[in-house]
């Protein structure tokens, strides 16, 4: 089987270049084929830890899916969740932020890891376990230096845990308790799914009831090509408001809901898509043959060919209309037609959405990520 070691040089402090050559070394000894990042920048003055997370993980799925992988394995361990847990009662992110880090998931930060699994197999092992069996084994590691600078929150979470371990103790007992409770929550999740949900294979959802408000979330994003939370206050009245008879549409992160005589239809903000007043919308993306891209969040697109490109529906529809072979979009929910893909060879209209021609194939990628958050889900497609 062949292996691959990603490693992220932050470029954040003297010698981390020859740090990352030392542990390129150590993992091309292994046998492992080894790729390294260095972040470019001016310098980093605010948010250093945040930003860094997200180069890192905007880094390591592109490599993920340069190399052709899907699973992602990190050695996060048990000490990092209960500094993870510390910060997050801090920041009062309520019983599902006690949950903590999954050991797998799908797509964890969209769209960074965007088809691609992230394990953490080693979230049960302490960081002083893992260094004993390094010692034991003779394996070098190195210790950065930026884990003592207070300046940090993560830093300051560590030294206050390393004092008090009757808390470290608590957090992770909390954590446990909270992810069965968060696992019992999808389970029901996953029924209202099957049983009030369609699918398109063209990315929106239809339901025929207001779905529950955590699950409300993942739709908004699924079908908005999106990721991480949308603000609480605003999902909380979008979720009252859906619920009263007086409701037409609403639009909140990035996805339109609108209520129809079935239900609600929820479909990507068609003026995200085509742009406000004084803003661009989507333009035209050149595809490169044999690749794939993520278009909009919501789409993986490869070409077959040389000269296809992707812009939105919107602005194609007459010339759609006027197609015998791609007038079908016209059977689909008029909310959703503007905000699809459309394909062209040079100046050819060739197809839209979700495709599978001699020319291109795309795949729409909310039923996939509903899937793997709701295993258990029965997927309904329209």
């Not at 932050?10 to 972040?39: F, T």
């Not at 459309?342 to 020319?359: K, S, V």
Request: aromatic share 8%.
């Amino acid at each position: 089987m062949v292996t691959h070691a990603f490693i992220i040089d932050h470029n954040l402090r003297d010698g981390s270049a020859v740090e990352v050559q030392k542990a390129a070394a150590y993992a091309r000894s292994l046998g492992y084929i080894v790729a390294i990042d260095r972040w470019e920048h001016d310098g980093v003055t605010t948010g250093i830890q945040v930003k860094a997370r997200q180069y890192r993980y905007n880094a390591l799925g592109r490599l993920c899916r340069a190399a052709g992988l899907t699973e992602l394995l990190t050695a996060h361990t048990a000490d990092d969740q209960a500094e993870t847990l510390l910060m997050r009662i801090e920041r009062q992110t309520g019983w599902r932020g006690l949950a903590g880090m999954p050991v797998s998931a799908y797509a964890h930060l969209w769209p960074a890891l965007a088809d691609v699994t992230l394990h953490r197999p080693w979230l049960n092992v302490s960081r002083a376990d893992l260094r004993d069996y390094n010692r034991v084994e003779h394996i070098p590691y190195i210790d950065d230096p930026s884990n003592e600078n207070r300046d940090f929150t993560r830093v300051r979470a560590r030294q206050a845990l390393s004092v008090d371990v009757d808390l470290r103790t608590d957090l992770l007992a909390q954590q446990r308790s909270a992810r069965a409770r968060l696992s019992a929550e999808r389970d029901d999740h996953a029924r209202w799914l099957s049983d009030h949900t369609r699918i398109s294979e063209q990315g929106f959802v239809e339901t025929d009831d207001v779905p529950p408000n955590e699950l409300l979330l993942h739709i908004l994003n699924g079908v908005a090509g999106q990721g991480g939370p949308i603000d609480t206050a605003k999902r909380l009245r979008l979720h009252e408001d859906m619920a009263r008879s007086g409701f037409k549409a609403a639009t909140l992160a990035g996805a339109w809901v609108v209520k129809t005589s079935h239900g609600f239809v929820f479909a990507r903000d068609m003026v995200a898509v085509t742009g406000r007043k004084g803003q661009n919308g989507l333009g035209s993306i050149e595809l490169k043959q044999g690749e794939k891209t993520l278009w909009d969040g919501r789409f993986w697109v490869e070409t077959k060919r040389e000269n296809v490109h992707v812009r939105a529906a919107f602005g194609n529809l007459q010339d759609l209309r006027q197609s015998a072979d791609l007038k079908d979009i016209f059977n689909l929910p008029k909310q959703v037609r503007s905000s699809l893909p459309t394909y062209f060879n040079m100046h050819e209209l060739i197809g839209f959405g979700a495709i599978d021609t001699e020319f291109v194939t795309a795949k729409a990628t909310t039923a996939s990520r509903l899937q793997a958050l709701y295993p258990e889900a029965i997927l309904v497609s329209v």
